[in-house]
């Protein structure tokens, strides 16, 4: 069974500070990723989706993957209050739908 | 990426009725989703509306209590049918415009509460 596995959280970082949110994938034929905002009674917003081995940088957002060791990752650099969300991690493997994560989330203290 | 909007925002509706879900997206789509979240909870993935036929269908979701329609490329709905509190929840409708990649956008969700 096609797993997406995220720490819950809440992973609490100091506005300035980079946060990091980790994201591990049980399909070794996951194709794409992707990592979704979801602010509390909105619903998902697409931030980025990557496909390639390394780095993935759009403004503060980065994400990483790592194929070999079936990890993906989002940095946000100089995190803002704004940015305190649920971040979810969705895999696609070719099939018709994407697999979720539960989701992380993200306190930003002023 | 694809403007999608729900209809309605949010209902509250009584026990043994039906509300239906009405999601539009501004341009033509390759897949349509149909997800629940409850609060605090993930999506969970209710069905995948096929356009000119029958609904595919997750574990544990059945055609009878969720009736789903496609009609055309831009127009889904979906029915929550005798409706119990264990209904409520937020149903967010999700679409993917081509068929490479995966990506895919969410509605702005449909609240709905039973009473």
């Known amino acids: 069974q096609k797993e997406v596995e995220q720490n819950s959280g809440p992973l609490s970082v100091p506005e300035g500070a980079i946060a990091s949110l980790n994201c591990t994938y049980s399909?070794?034929?996951?194709?794409?990723f992707f990592w979704y905002r979801q602010y509390s009674g909105k619903s998902p917003e697409l931030i980025m989706f990557i496909y390639s081995n390394g780095d993935k940088e759009d403004g503060r957002f980065t994400a990483q993957l790592n194929k070999a060791s079936q990890y993906v990752s989002l940095l946000i650099r100089d995190s803002q209050p704004s940015d305190s969300a649920t971040y979810l991690c969705a895999a696609y493997s070719g099939y018709s739908t994407l697999t979720f994560g539960k989701g992380t989330m993200l306190l930003v203290s002023p | 990426s694809a403007v999608i909007s729900q209809k309605p925002s949010r209902d509250i509706c009584q026990r043994g009725t039906s509300l239906t879900i009405q999601c539009q997206v501004d341009?033509?789509?390759?897949?349509m989703f149909w997800y629940r979240q409850q609060p605090g909870q993930s999506l969970t993935l209710i069905a995948t509306a096929n356009q000119g036929s029958e609904a595919t269908y997750e574990s544990g979701f059945v055609i009878d209590k969720f009736p789903i329609s496609r009609p055309n490329l831009t127009f889904s709905t979906l029915t929550v049918s005798n409706m119990s509190p264990e209904d409520s929840s937020i149903y967010l409708c999700?679409?993917?415009?081509?068929?490479?990649?995966?990506?895919?956008?969410f509605g702005p969700g449909t609240r709905l509460t039973v009473l």
């Open positions: 399909d070794r034929g996951s194709q794409s």
């Open positions: 341009s033509q789509v390759t897949m």
């Open positions: 999700s679409v993917r415009p081509g068929q490479g990649d995966g990506t895919q956008y």
